[in-house]
């Protein structure tokens, strides 16, 4: 009795759909395979950002509808603004995927399309840290003064720092 061949390995544009993608990760899976779980964690990421960017949409649109909202300063009026259009920008690049894999269906194009949604999601969550860490600055400079304000500003930008390099290099050194 001979035992079966064990699995062949693909090279990154290797068509042969049996292939093992990447045979150093553990995994006994095709290109296709891959593609199509990376696709999911990037689904369920854009899910999990989505309700917090939505949150803090609605937050911001319903804040120029407030009767003390023409008592802000220009300062305020201004750093609003910024976050509005922040906010608009984060709900574009959140719906840039949905909207790539609808047009690229069918097309075999599902690597591509898991790089490009990869790069945007990067893009979604920078920008979406920011508006948070503009945010709290704003709550904070109309609640309690402008220095309060560039305060935790600078604190949440620190922790935004801390969760994007020191907290995965961390987790890399115990796993």
């Given at each position: 009795?001979?035992?079966?061949?064990?699995p062949?390995?693909?090279?990154?544009?290797d068509?042969?759909?049996?292939?093992?993608?990447?045979?150093?990760?553990?995994?006994?899976?095709?290109?296709v395979?891959?593609?199509?779980?990376?696709?999911?964690?990037i689904?369920?990421?854009?899910r999990?950002?989505?309700?917090?960017?939505?949150?803090?949409?609605?937050?911001l649109?319903?804040?120029?509808?407030?009767?003390?909202?023409?008592?802000?300063?220009p300062?305020?009026?201004?750093?609003?603004?910024?976050?509005?259009?922040?906010?608009?920008?984060?709900?574009v690049?959140?719906?840039?995927?949905?909207?790539?894999?609808?047009?690229?269906?069918?097309?075999?194009?599902k690597?591509?399309?898991?790089?490009?949604?990869?790069r945007l999601?990067?893009?979604?969550?920078?920008?979406?840290s920011?508006?948070?860490?503009?945010?709290?600055?704003?709550?904070?400079?109309?609640?309690?003064?402008?220095?309060a304000?560039?305060?935790?500003l600078?604190?949440a930008?620190?922790?935004?720092i801390?969760?994007?390099?020191?907290?995965?290099?961390?987790?890399?050194?115990?796993g």
């Open positions: 009795m001979t035992a079966a061949p064990g062949r390995h693909a090279e990154p544009d068509a042969d759909a049996d292939l093992d993608a990447d045979p150093a990760d553990g995994r006994d899976e095709t290109p395979e891959k593609a199509d779980r990376n696709w999911g964690d689904l369920q990421e854009l999990a950002v989505q309700t917090g960017t939505q949150i803090i949409t609605g937050f649109l319903a804040v120029a509808f407030q009767p003390k909202f023409a008592d802000l300063e300062y305020e009026v201004g750093l609003y603004l910024v976050l509005v259009v922040l906010a608009g920008f984060a709900t690049l959140g719906l840039a995927p949905v909207i790539m894999h609808r047009r690229l269906f069918g097309q075999r194009q690597p591509t399309l898991v790089r490009q949604a990869n999601l990067i893009a979604l969550l920078v920008v979406v920011l508006l948070a860490a503009g945010v709290t600055s704003l709550i904070f400079d109309v609640a309690v003064n402008r220095t304000g560039f305060v935790a600078g604190v930008l620190v922790v935004v801390v969760f994007w390099t020191v907290v995965p290099r961390v987790g890399r050194r115990r």
